[in-house]
DNA sequence: AGTTCCATGTCGCGG
DNA sequence: CCGCGACGTGGAACT
């Protein structure tokens, strides 16, 4: 990885049209070739980027004030063209393959679990399928409840409005299969917003807060039977 | 803004836990306080990040093979923990406060073009107001088609099912107006996801996908009659 | 390759 | 501060 401090000016034509006026930021070459220009400030995201796969050409230039110009173009005919008027700063390093991310606590994670137990959620719930396709997509688990009436679950991180608007949609859609009919909806989230409670209970969708911790406890332990 | 390759580990608890394994990576603090983890590669995102507002302590450690250990912590209760075992190589400028981006984007000139000449939506169409207000929002075009019955188009670069939301939202507004009602809504975009479109047609909404770079040489033609 | 949905989305604007 | 929509969204997973 390389890392340049330089007084520039920036212009990316592309998806859309930006000027950067000169002022001193910092320039990220990454190995894969991906270029960023970063202020000093404004969250982790760069003032301008390319990413792989493009070419960068640098070229050095007698112009007076200006030190070099580095041209990237990606295959799909965007620009990101860099005119450095003064080099303040320079790092290079090898740094190697990293090991990667391991995350933990995402969405796909919480369905897995529900899934493995969807009592989790209500009693007496059993899964019919998970990721139920329907025609504006799938819904997360698809269950019979105790009395044998199917029941939509939307999973959420987070849950706002917009999943509640989701479920409804499923729902809509979900109704109008005779083999279905009657469905109803439960949206699950680990944390549950009020106005997307409010919004739910007008639908008549319930609405459940699971604690992760504690469902992956539960998880561990059935484990730790076998 | 600092910068400094490392030999490093990195645990985040937050939103979300993830850990990062031992390897070399790129740490990046910036004026404001945030602080960025970048593996070299991975396009401009770092690995783990913690915005501001937080606060970053660094205690020296006389532990083996501990260099250091970076505490970031955010006042909703994130950590973002770094335990430097090697500093590798490192770099620390003044930069000043970023003039600013200049962005130039398609979006608005879409509505405006489509404003221009509403029969390139559909035939007939004339343009009663732009941006027409309602209590719950603006609706980009409100037109008369050739029977003089009000429609009601939503533009977006992209359509999704987002998109059929908010216009749904707008004509159950508009048809409560009597000197409106009946409203029919017309969804336009330069590109309509397959998911959308049948929420469009299952709610009665037409659909128009228009070419922007044509709407741009009709508007070239009729300019170059003048 | 095309399509869909998730994201520690981030960011900006208006109430 | 919250809610909502746009984004050069980026990225992964699945068809």
């Known amino acids: 990885m390389r890392v340049v401090v330089a007084r520039c000016t920036v212009d990316y034509d592309g998806r859309l049209t930006a000027h950067l006026p000169e002022a001193i930021r910092l320039l990220m070459v990454k190995a894969d070739g991906c270029v960023a220009v970063h202020a000093d400030g404004g969250a982790y995201k760069p003032l301008n980027w390319m990413n792989a796969p493009n070419t960068l050409t640098v070229v050095e230039s007698d112009e007076d004030g200006v030190e070099a110009v580095w041209t990237v173009r990606s295959p799909k005919g965007e620009v990101l063209a860099i005119t450095v008027h003064e080099v303040l700063a320079e790092l290079d390093h090898e740094m190697g393959v990293d090991p990667g991310l391991q995350k933990d606590g995402v969405e796909?994670?919480?369905?897995e679990l529900l899934a493995a137990d969807p009592t989790t959620i209500a009693d007496g719930l059993r899964l019919v399928r998970r990721e139920f396709p329907t025609d504006?997509?799938?819904v997360d688990l698809l269950?019979?409840?105790?009395?044998?009436?199917?029941?939509?679950?939307?999973?959420k991180r987070r849950g706002e409005i917009d999943g509640v608007e989701q479920l409804t949609r499923y729902l809509d859609f979900l109704n109008r299969d005779p083999m279905l009919r009657p469905v109803r909806g439960i949206?699950?989230?680990?944390?549950?917003?009020p106005q997307?409670?409010?919004?739910a209970e007008d639908r008549d969708i319930g609405w459940v807060e699971v604690d992760y911790d504690e469902l992956r406890g539960?998880?561990?332990d059935a484990l730790r039977l076998f």
Chains 1, 2 share one sequence.
């Open 143 to 155: 269950c019979r409840d105790a009395d044998g009436e199917a029941v939509a679950v939307e999973v």
């Open 136 to 138: 504006i997509g799938p």
């Open 196 to 199: 997307a409670r409010v919004l």
């Open 108 to 111: 796909a994670h919480l369905q």
């Open 218 to 220: 539960i998880e561990s």
């Open 187 to 193: 949206f699950v989230a680990q944390e549950i917003r």
